[in-house]
């Protein structure tokens, strides 16, 4: 990655061509100065005029819609400008190829526009997240989530934390160096403690929220499973809604896995048709079993098919996941040995089927106000808060007196935190977050 804010970058920031519209962005010093040279001159900040486009040898490349943002009110917090050009693909090359005779402008790096913006303060790196999740999100929970995210609530809860502990801290090292003082309370480890008692529930109940948000984020992964022939191709098509799968009555069609991703109430979830599992010794057919046992064993929810003999009871693997036990083709015969634990489904008639769905509705969070999505949307995030967890319950545990030790846990928690949003040095974990972005972005 360049050095932050040396040089002047420009992207395609609108997404794939050809388009009605497309929009270049600029960012960075020279960011004046190519507007002169391009459209003539710099327009009102933020207010769109219509200019024609020109190259360094005065040909005209396009009419579009100029914007100029000053650095104070740009996304980069830089000197900043959009180009609002028709989307064709010779137009949009043609206007990229004169920004990049201009000097000290320079095709931006994946990220980096979002890189300047949290090097200028603009976002911290949880907003920065949740922006990534914005433009990536595909159904309306995941739009949700990551709005939370890139609105900043759930940095407000961050920021707020780190407060509390930096406020603990001071008082901690108030009472350890100014112990003689009479204006300096005494027993000041006693009268945070109750306050670091209520930050140690609080996260810890923030952290119960973490599996939700991996589900809302990443999806609900459901594997479909069971012998041959059970009907699991024909299961995944019919969800699906389309022939994702190859059905026939030959047994160990399907050798490697099929998936398909579902909106089911605004949530995101995957369908995983395995291989069918049984003793064989076709090689191809083994790799599929093997693959079909290491999806159940990640799953989420584990859709387990019956044949026509199979009942519960004599089931003997482990799946290590909720399961739902189907008995497929209810049409062509009726099961009387079932336990009550069983759906019988027909995918011809369609019977079972919107029971099925609303067996799998009950794995996904219950969202009853907008809050449920003010939770961690990260790995990093949860490690990042297990990790102050520790360190305040280290804080919590020491003697009243240990004061040092007691002033120093609370620095790692408040660090740990700090690490989530950024506002700590995070350099090593940049180039892994904004390597995530698009160019324009």
Not at 7 to 24: C, E, H, Q, R
Not at 164 to 188: K, N, Q
Not at 215 to 239: E, F, H, M, Q, W
Not at 372 to 394: G, Y
Request: with cysteine; glycine share 8%; net charge negative.
């Amino acid at each position: 990655m360049a050095m932050i804010g040396t040089d002047t970058i420009f992207a395609l920031s609108s997404g794939g061509l050809p388009s009605g519209v497309a929009i270049v962005r600029i960012s960075g010093p020279a960011c004046i100065e190519a507007l002169t040279s391009m459209v003539g001159s710099v327009p009102a900040p933020r207010r769109a005029v219509l200019r024609s486009i020109r190259s360094r040898n005065n040909e005209v490349l396009d009419q579009g819609l100029v914007l100029y943002f000053p650095g104070t009110a740009s996304f980069t917090g830089e000197e900043s400008a959009e180009l609002h050009i028709h989307g064709g693909r010779a137009t949009v090359r043609a206007v990229l190829d004169a920004l990049a005779e201009v000097p000290g402008l320079r095709p931006a790096e994946a990220g980096e526009f979002s890189r300047r913006a949290f090097h200028n303060g603009k976002l911290d790196l949880v907003e920065i997240e949740g922006l990534a999740d914005i433009v990536a999100a595909q159904t309306e929970m995941q739009r949700r989530l990551a709005l939370e995210h890139a609105a900043g609530g759930v940095s407000k809860l961050y920021d707020d934390w780190t407060r509390r502990l930096t406020h603990a801290r001071a008082m901690i090292e108030a009472e350890l160096d100014f112990a003689d003082e009479e204006d300096v309370p005494g027993s000041v480890g006693q009268t945070i403690r109750a306050d670091l008692q209520a930050l140690c529930t609080e996260i810890g109940a923030h952290l119960k929220g973490a599996r939700a948000g991996e589900i809302i984020r990443d999806g609900l992964t459901v594997v479909i499973t069971g012998p041959p022939n059970a009907g699991k191709s024909s299961l995944i098509n019919y969800l699906a809604k389309r022939d994702v799968a190859i059905v026939t009555d030959i047994p160990g069609t399907t050798r490697d896995i099929v998936s398909v991703d579902l909106d089911l109430d605004g949530f995101a979830v995957r369908i995983l048709d395995t291989a069918g599992i049984r003793d064989t010794a076709e090689v191809v057919e083994l790799e599929g079993i093997r693959r079909a046992k290491s999806a159940v064993a990640r799953a989420d929810l584990v859709l387990r098919l019956l044949d026509s003999a199979e009942t519960v009871p004599e089931m003997t693997e482990e799946t290590g996941a909720p399961t739902i036990y189907i008995a497929p083709k209810a049409d062509m015969a009726r099961r009387t040995d079932l336990d009550s634990g069983v759906i019988a489904v027909s995918i011809r008639t369609g019977e079972g089927m919107d029971a099925l769905l609303d067996l799998i509705r009950r794995h996904l969070p219950l969202i009853t106000d907008g809050s449920a999505f003010a939770v961690p949307s990260r790995e990093r995030h949860n490690e990042a808060l297990r990790s102050a967890l520790r360190s305040i319950e280290d804080a919590l545990s020491q003697d009243a007196d240990v004061l040092e030790l007691q002033a120093e846990s609370l620095r790692l928690a408040a660090n740990a935190i700090g690490y989530i949003t950024g506002r700590i040095d995070v350099e090593g974990l940049l180039d892994v977050i904004f390597s995530e972005f698009c160019i324009g972005k």
